[in-house]
């Protein structure tokens, strides 16, 4: 059983950068496709940011495309979401999720089999 675990999350004023890291237990990232999504109070969880188990394939939500960074160290198994110039709008609670993949990358909740338990992102103005 793979345990997903997220951290780096926290309150930063808008402008700001955080990055989110997301490590896991029972076995190696390496060969895990992952995805980063967010739920906001009220909202329903939407997608962020998604990598390809190798690195080579990331695809970003619209509304944070160009400010955050998806990836990967494969030397700390950990993979990671960089996140510039953050705005009052970020504010959410954080999700890293895993699956194994043959290729490419996962947009859709429904996709992945593992979830960590988030982490709290707060931007304030």
Do not use: H
Not at 89 to 102: H, L
């Amino acid at each position: 059983q793979v345990q997903v675990t997220e951290s780096g999350g926290g309150l930063v004023q808008a402008g700001g950068s955080l990055r989110l890291s997301c490590t896991a237990s029972g076995r190696t990232l390496t060969s895990y496709a992952m995805g980063w999504f967010r739920q906001a109070p009220g909202k329903e969880r939407e997608f962020v940011a998604a990598v390809s188990w190798r690195g080579d394939s990331t695809y970003y939500a619209d509304s944070v495309k160009g400010r955050f960074t998806i990836f990967t160290d494969n030397d700390k198994d950990t993979k990671y979401l960089q996140m510039n110039n953050l705005k009052v709008e970020d504010t959410a609670v954080y999700y890293c999720a895993a699956v194994i993949s043959g290729g490419g990358y996962y947009t859709r909740p429904f996709e992945y089999d593992y979830w960590g338990q988030g982490t709290q992102v707060a931007v304030s103005s």
